[in-house]
């Protein structure tokens, strides 16, 4: 199955070979990940990309990674997409934009229209984990309505130091 999303400025298609390089650009800038994990390796990029192209379903394990495409320029900007986190029930959610794409409003309609997708395929609710002090992806997180369910002190280690892993959840109405 092909799964695809439209927005009003974005195209959203599963993670194909064609994304290699934005897929390893994002997993590759210290702006973008500083937020979510250490730097990564070239093999460990390389695994995460080959984990996301396989055929996804309602069953699977894996992220159902989505490229996110500019309508007007064709650009790719970042990915956004979700794995299932209780079976039939709820989704984890989570986005990742190039720096020159934040603060566009591209990750909030994106996650929009991923959030929709999720719940058309029978899914209840989403969560997000989102590491504190990550305000640009909490504030996106609030726009699609999602609120803090609870908040997990020093449980996430970025550069050997000791974050608070903020967790955000959303029913779908």
């Not at 934005?22 to 990940?33: A, C, K, P, R, T």
């Not at 996110?68 to 709820?90: D, L, Q, S």
Request: glycine share 10%.
């Amino acid at each position: 199955m092909n799964h695809s999303i439209e927005t009003n400025k974005l195209s959203l298609n599963q993670l194909t070979e064609d994304n290699r390089k934005g897929f390893s650009s994002l997993l590759q800038n210290e702006n973008v990940i500083r937020y979510c994990f250490d730097p990564l390796s070239a093999t460990d990029i390389e695994n995460s990309f080959q984990s996301r192209l396989a055929g996804w379903s309602i069953n699977s394990e894996h992220w159902l990674c989505l490229a996110v495409y500019e309508k007007g320029t064709g650009n790719f900007v970042g990915t956004n997409g979700f794995r299932v986190y209780e079976k039939g029930a709820k989704v984890e959610v989570g986005f990742l934009f190039l720096p020159e794409y934040q603060g566009k409003g591209y990750a909030t309609e994106s996650l929009g229209g991923v959030l929709e997708y999720a719940r058309t395929l029978g899914f209840e609710s989403a969560v997000a984990h989102v590491t504190e002090g990550n305000s640009a992806s909490c504030r996106v997180l609030e726009k699609c309505g999602f609120v803090v369910s609870r908040i997990d002190f020093d449980s996430v280690s970025i550069n050997k130091l000791l974050h608070n892993d903020m967790v955000y959840e959303v029913t779908f109405g």
